[in-house]
């Protein structure tokens, strides 16, 4: 039985690995994963494909399978983001919630394709989308209520303040690795399937785990990508409720 760093080794088929320390590479703005880096584009690249492929030449009459199902997926979020948000203030927050949305369900699928990555299977793109969505409520929070937001920090005594700041803060935390650690835990899961079943796996490249891991994984990767969006628009509902 191979060890996991084996099978890693043995599926690096784009030679990830070899660049910089062990595929790490340091640079002015600190060490950059180059594998997640490529994934990450790569995952953009296929975002913009599929969104440009289902909405272009779109059709009242005949509308194509990828036009019903960017409608459905908008519709489905329109409807999320209406319910818990004023539709006034929710309407300017659809592209962004429909682009959140889209990316972490194409990364968390991505790495189910053999000798790929989920970009959310690492945690600084799992931790730097959370604090964006962290700095995106306080901006949000503001601009609706203005020095009135900063309000419920001491709410309903001055002695809370310690506590409601630990608690917003840990927000972003764990939005990150509530994500991080599904995905990830379930791409060890398969190098795991390929370290138990050995050469044969490895051939196909991960093929053969991956089918067995498929559709647990494929619902795993709808659920969080869900979750972190769900939980994005009850963050957001909170701080632009007028009863907050």
């Not at 489905?76 to 209406?82: A, I, P, S």
């Not at 939005?175 to 196909?204: H, K, M, P, Q």
Request: proline share 4%; glycine share 8%; charged share 10%.
């Amino acid at each position: 039985m191979m060890s996991l760093e084996q099978v890693h080794e043995n599926l690096d088929l784009w030679g990830f690995l070899e660049i910089g320390h062990h595929g790490v590479l340091p640079t002015a703005i600190g060490n950059v994963n180059v594998k997640t880096l490529v994934m990450t584009w790569i995952v953009m690249g296929l975002i913009i494909l599929f969104t440009v492929s289902a909405t272009r030449n779109m059709r009242v009459d005949r509308p194509g399978k990828l036009q019903l199902i960017m409608e459905e997926l908008f519709q489905f979020l329109r409807g999320l983001v209406y319910e818990n948000i004023d539709p006034k203030k929710g309407a300017g927050l659809m592209c962004l919630i429909l682009s959140l949305f889209t990316f972490l369900l194409f990364s968390n699928l991505w790495g189910l394709v053999p000798t790929m990555m989920s970009p959310t299977a690492d945690v600084n793109t799992t931790l730097g989308m959370a604090i964006m969505v962290f700095l995106l409520v306080q901006v949000l929070g503001i601009k609706y209520k203005g020095a009135k937001f900063f309000k419920h920090f001491i709410e309903p005594f001055v002695f809370f303040l310690p506590l409601v700041i630990v608690e917003e803060l840990a927000k972003p935390i764990t939005l990150a690795f509530r994500l991080y650690g599904n995905i990830y835990a379930g791409e060890v899961l398969i190098a795991v399937l390929l370290a138990l079943i050995g050469l044969t796996a490895t051939f196909l490249g991960g093929f053969i785990p991956s089918v067995i891991w498929l559709a647990f994984s494929i619902f795993v990767g709808f659920i969080q990508a869900f979750i972190f969006t769900m939980l994005t628009i009850a963050y957001i509902s909170q701080v632009t409720a007028e009863h907050h």
